[in-house]
Protein backbone atom coordinates (compact mmCIF):
# COMPACT_ATOMS: atom_id res chain seq x y z
CA UNK A 1 0.00 0.00 0.00
CA UNK A 2 1.09 3.31 -0.64
CA UNK A 3 1.43 5.94 1.95
CA UNK A 4 3.50 7.84 4.51
CA UNK A 5 4.79 5.67 8.11
CA UNK A 6 6.15 7.62 10.98
CA UNK A 7 7.77 5.37 13.99
CA UNK A 8 7.31 4.92 16.94
CA UNK A 9 3.51 6.13 17.14
CA UNK A 10 4.83 6.49 21.31
CA UNK A 11 8.09 8.31 22.45
CA UNK A 12 9.11 9.00 25.84
CA UNK A 13 12.45 10.40 26.69
CA UNK A 14 14.32 12.13 29.36
CA UNK A 15 14.83 16.08 28.70
CA UNK A 16 18.45 16.69 28.22
CA UNK A 17 18.16 14.01 25.63
CA UNK A 18 17.84 14.37 21.54
CA UNK A 19 15.24 11.53 19.95
CA UNK A 20 14.91 11.37 15.92
CA UNK A 21 11.29 10.54 14.52
CA UNK A 22 11.19 8.58 11.78
CA UNK A 23 8.86 9.45 8.45
CA UNK A 24 8.88 7.32 5.30
CA UNK A 25 6.90 7.34 1.94
CA UNK A 26 6.32 5.48 -1.05
CA UNK A 27 4.36 8.31 -3.04
CA UNK A 28 7.16 9.23 -4.68
CA UNK A 29 6.54 12.67 -3.43
CA UNK A 30 8.93 15.35 -4.04
CA UNK A 31 8.00 17.63 -1.14
CA UNK A 32 7.83 16.70 3.19
CA UNK A 33 6.88 18.32 5.76
CA UNK A 34 7.08 18.03 9.72
CA UNK A 35 4.60 19.59 12.01
CA UNK A 36 3.90 20.11 15.40
CA UNK A 37 0.34 20.03 17.45
CA UNK A 38 -0.18 21.14 20.61
CA UNK A 39 -3.46 19.79 22.54
CA UNK A 40 -6.36 21.78 20.88
CA UNK A 41 -4.35 23.71 18.68
CA UNK A 42 -3.49 23.58 14.81
CA UNK A 43 -0.80 22.96 13.51
CA UNK A 44 2.53 24.68 12.69
CA UNK A 45 5.33 23.69 10.68
CA UNK A 46 8.90 22.90 11.71
CA UNK A 47 10.58 22.50 8.63
CA UNK A 48 10.11 21.37 4.79
CA UNK A 49 11.43 19.62 2.31
CA UNK A 50 10.93 20.41 -1.52
CA UNK A 51 13.80 18.44 -3.11
CA UNK A 52 16.60 15.71 -2.04
CA UNK A 53 19.34 17.54 -0.07
CA UNK A 54 17.31 20.43 0.49
CA UNK A 55 15.26 21.59 3.06
CA UNK A 56 13.87 24.80 4.74
CA UNK A 57 12.83 26.12 7.97
CA UNK A 58 9.05 26.70 8.86
CA UNK A 59 7.67 28.67 11.51
CA UNK A 60 8.92 27.01 14.64
CA UNK A 61 12.37 25.10 13.52
CA UNK A 62 14.21 26.30 16.67
CA UNK A 63 15.59 23.46 18.67
CA UNK A 64 14.73 21.23 15.58
CA UNK A 65 16.76 19.72 12.52
CA UNK A 66 16.43 17.81 9.72
CA UNK A 67 17.69 15.42 6.76
CA UNK A 68 16.76 14.31 2.87
CA UNK A 69 19.82 12.06 1.85
CA UNK A 70 16.58 10.20 -0.30
CA UNK A 71 13.48 10.82 -1.29
CA UNK A 72 11.90 8.22 0.61
CA UNK A 73 12.44 9.50 4.18
CA UNK A 74 12.77 12.90 6.13
CA UNK A 75 13.57 12.32 9.71
CA UNK A 76 13.14 15.14 12.15
CA UNK A 77 15.50 15.43 15.43
CA UNK A 78 13.96 17.04 18.28
CA UNK A 79 17.12 18.40 20.32
CA UNK A 80 17.69 19.23 23.63
CA UNK A 81 17.71 22.81 22.69
CA UNK A 82 14.11 22.57 22.06
CA UNK A 83 12.51 24.05 25.22
CA UNK A 84 9.18 22.24 25.13
CA UNK A 85 9.69 19.13 23.19
CA UNK A 86 5.82 17.39 24.23
CA UNK A 87 3.68 16.94 21.43
CA UNK A 88 2.06 15.06 18.82
CA UNK A 89 4.15 14.93 15.48
CA UNK A 90 3.07 14.74 12.23
CA UNK A 91 4.90 13.96 8.70
CA UNK A 92 3.38 14.46 5.60
CA UNK A 93 4.65 14.52 1.78
CA UNK A 94 2.69 15.73 -1.18
CA UNK A 95 1.60 19.22 -1.93
CA UNK A 96 4.13 19.31 -4.94
CA UNK A 97 3.47 19.59 -8.61
CA UNK A 98 1.79 16.21 -9.37
CA UNK A 99 -0.51 16.72 -6.45
CA UNK A 100 -2.98 18.92 -4.96
CA UNK A 101 -3.21 17.82 -1.65
CA UNK A 102 -0.76 16.83 0.88
CA UNK A 103 -1.02 13.26 2.76
CA UNK A 104 -0.22 12.90 6.56
CA UNK A 105 1.51 10.56 8.65
CA UNK A 106 -0.16 8.63 11.55
CA UNK A 107 1.68 10.78 13.71
CA UNK A 108 4.60 10.20 16.59
CA UNK A 109 3.29 11.55 20.32
CA UNK A 110 6.35 12.66 22.06
CA UNK A 111 6.49 12.26 25.64
CA UNK A 112 9.65 14.47 27.74
CA UNK A 113 9.79 14.13 31.36
CA UNK B 1 -3.39 32.43 2.27
CA UNK B 2 -6.39 33.77 3.30
CA UNK B 3 -7.90 33.30 6.42
CA UNK B 4 -10.98 31.21 7.36
CA UNK B 5 -13.91 30.82 10.19
CA UNK B 6 -15.31 27.88 11.27
CA UNK B 7 -17.91 27.15 14.28
CA UNK B 8 -16.08 25.74 17.05
CA UNK B 9 -18.28 22.58 17.78
CA UNK B 10 -21.58 21.15 16.06
CA UNK B 11 -23.51 17.62 16.63
CA UNK B 12 -25.17 15.75 13.81
CA UNK B 13 -27.32 12.49 14.23
CA UNK B 14 -26.04 9.65 12.77
CA UNK B 15 -27.76 8.99 9.64
CA UNK B 16 -28.29 12.66 8.83
CA UNK B 17 -26.69 14.55 6.87
CA UNK B 18 -23.90 16.91 8.56
CA UNK B 19 -23.21 20.49 7.21
CA UNK B 20 -20.30 22.01 7.99
CA UNK B 21 -19.71 26.13 6.96
CA UNK B 22 -16.91 27.89 6.39
CA UNK B 23 -16.77 31.50 5.84
CA UNK B 24 -13.22 32.66 3.59
CA UNK B 25 -14.05 36.31 2.54
CA UNK B 26 -10.74 37.71 1.73
CA UNK B 27 -10.09 34.56 -0.54
CA UNK B 28 -8.42 35.38 -3.78
CA UNK B 29 -9.47 34.49 -7.00
CA UNK B 30 -6.26 31.60 -7.62
CA UNK B 31 -7.13 29.94 -3.55
CA UNK B 32 -8.91 26.58 -3.46
CA UNK B 33 -10.86 25.78 -0.62
CA UNK B 34 -9.80 22.27 0.70
CA UNK B 35 -11.38 20.17 3.66
CA UNK B 36 -8.78 18.28 6.00
CA UNK B 37 -10.03 15.72 8.97
CA UNK B 38 -8.45 14.98 11.66
CA UNK B 39 -9.48 12.15 14.00
CA UNK B 40 -8.29 12.20 17.38
CA UNK B 41 -4.81 10.87 18.17
CA UNK B 42 -4.05 10.66 14.34
CA UNK B 43 -3.10 12.35 11.07
CA UNK B 44 -5.16 15.11 9.22
CA UNK B 45 -7.09 13.01 6.05
CA UNK B 46 -7.12 14.69 3.15
CA UNK B 47 -11.18 14.69 2.15
CA UNK B 48 -12.15 17.08 -0.55
CA UNK B 49 -10.72 20.69 -2.74
CA UNK B 50 -12.61 23.14 -5.18
CA UNK B 51 -12.12 26.38 -6.58
CA UNK B 52 -15.81 27.84 -8.12
CA UNK B 53 -17.99 24.76 -9.04
CA UNK B 54 -19.47 22.41 -6.33
CA UNK B 55 -17.26 18.84 -6.14
CA UNK B 56 -18.20 15.84 -4.93
CA UNK B 57 -16.42 12.92 -4.18
CA UNK B 58 -16.86 9.37 -2.42
CA UNK B 59 -16.42 11.17 1.10
CA UNK B 60 -18.55 14.87 0.78
CA UNK B 61 -19.63 17.22 -1.60
CA UNK B 62 -18.22 20.70 -1.23
CA UNK B 63 -20.71 23.65 -1.94
CA UNK B 64 -18.96 26.90 -2.39
CA UNK B 65 -21.26 29.88 -2.55
CA UNK B 66 -20.95 32.29 -6.61
CA UNK B 67 -18.92 35.21 -4.36
CA UNK B 68 -16.61 32.54 -3.38
CA UNK B 69 -16.25 33.72 0.45
CA UNK B 70 -18.05 30.77 1.87
CA UNK B 71 -18.62 27.27 1.60
CA UNK B 72 -19.87 23.94 3.36
CA UNK B 73 -19.07 21.18 3.17
CA UNK B 74 -21.48 18.09 3.51
CA UNK B 75 -21.40 14.11 4.47
CA UNK B 76 -24.44 13.14 3.20
CA UNK B 77 -25.06 10.44 5.68
CA UNK B 78 -22.95 10.82 8.95
CA UNK B 79 -21.71 8.02 10.95
CA UNK B 80 -19.67 7.74 14.39
CA UNK B 81 -16.50 7.25 12.77
CA UNK B 82 -17.36 10.81 11.33
CA UNK B 83 -16.54 12.18 14.70
CA UNK B 84 -13.64 14.64 14.23
CA UNK B 85 -12.31 17.68 13.64
CA UNK B 86 -12.76 19.30 10.08
CA UNK B 87 -10.23 21.78 8.85
CA UNK B 88 -11.47 24.05 6.35
CA UNK B 89 -8.10 25.76 4.65
CA UNK B 90 -7.83 28.27 1.63
CA UNK B 91 -4.53 28.58 -0.70
CA UNK B 92 -2.92 28.43 -3.89
CA UNK B 93 -2.87 25.30 -5.13
CA UNK B 94 0.32 23.40 -5.20
CA UNK B 95 0.18 23.27 -9.20
CA UNK B 96 0.09 26.50 -9.25
CA UNK B 97 2.05 28.21 -6.61
CA UNK B 98 5.55 29.17 -6.49
CA UNK B 99 6.92 27.30 -4.21
CA UNK B 100 7.43 30.41 -1.77
CA UNK B 101 6.46 28.84 1.82
CA UNK B 102 4.52 25.72 0.99
CA UNK B 103 2.56 24.74 3.97
CA UNK B 104 -1.24 23.83 5.44
CA UNK B 105 -2.21 26.79 7.63
CA UNK B 106 -4.58 24.78 10.02
CA UNK B 107 -6.59 26.90 11.99
CA UNK B 108 -8.60 24.89 15.37
CA UNK B 109 -11.49 23.77 13.06
CA UNK B 110 -14.78 22.50 13.80
CA UNK B 111 -14.88 19.53 16.38
CA UNK B 112 -17.99 17.73 15.10
CA UNK B 113 -19.51 14.81 16.96
CA UNK B 114 -22.06 12.29 15.25
CA UNK B 115 -24.77 11.27 17.84
CA UNK B 116 -26.07 7.58 18.02
Known amino acids: DGGITQSPKYLFRKEGQNVTLSCEQNLNHDAMYWYRQDPGQGLRLIYYSQIVNDFQKGDIAEGYSVSREKKESFPLTVTSAQKNPTAFYLCASGGDRDSYEQYFGPGTRLTVT | DAKTTQPPSMDCAEGRAANLPCNHSTISGNEYVYWYRQIHSQGPQYIIH???NNETNEMASLIITEDRKSSTLILPHATLRDTAVYYC?????????????????FGTGTRLTIIP
Open chain 2, 50 to 52: GLK
Open chain 2, 89 to 105: IVRVAWKESNFGNEKLT
